[in-house]
């Protein structure tokens, strides 16, 4: 995989961490082989596989009742930094990269890129809400954004 390419995928996924925690993650754990190198390796279980499926789901639902604290607090910060570059960090070792440069690269551009769609996702989410009356549009909206992002970064 060039250097372009797995600096875009990680990019991705940071995006996705940043909408959803659990999304950039999710995705590399759905799309990881029991052949793959560790940690994907890990990660291709069914165990693996239903939990992150499960948290991902808890955390669309959760991400809508209006007492879900801001994700641009430290605490909701914190899992979107670590989920973000350890996506990234898997799914370009799972590509054939070992150079530790480059996956701590991915890792720390997926980790940069979180923070960003973290604070963007919560500002145009607002705008969303004064132009719709409501969260809930721009809360779905940004899932499919989420989706996206997160299947692109991780896809084979």
């Not at 959803?20 to 291709?44: E, H, N, Q």
Request: glycine share 14%; net charge positive.
């Amino acid at each position: 995989m060039s250097l372009l390419n797995v600096l875009a995928r990680a990019a991705a996924l940071g995006a996705a961490s940043g909408g959803r925690s659990t999304a950039g993650l999710t995705a590399v754990t759905l799309t990881s082989r029991a052949r793959d190198p560790w940690p994907a390796r890990y990660l291709a279980g069914p165990v693996s596989k239903v939990s992150a499926v499960l948290s991902a789901g808890g955390e669309a639902v959760a991400d809508k009742l209006p007492g879900a604290p801001p994700r641009t607090a430290p605490a909701g910060l914190a899992p979107r930094v670590a989920f973000g570059a350890a996506a990234a960090a898997i799914a370009t070792r799972r590509g054939g990269t070992k150079d530790p440069q480059v996956v701590g690269g991915a890792a720390a551009l997926a980790a940069a890129l979180s923070v960003a769609a973290a604070f963007a996702g919560t500002k145009v989410r607002g705008i969303a809400a004064e132009r719709f009356g409501a969260d809930l549009p721009g809360a779905l909206a940004e899932d499919g954004l989420v989706g996206t992002l997160a299947w692109w970064g991780s896809r084979r």
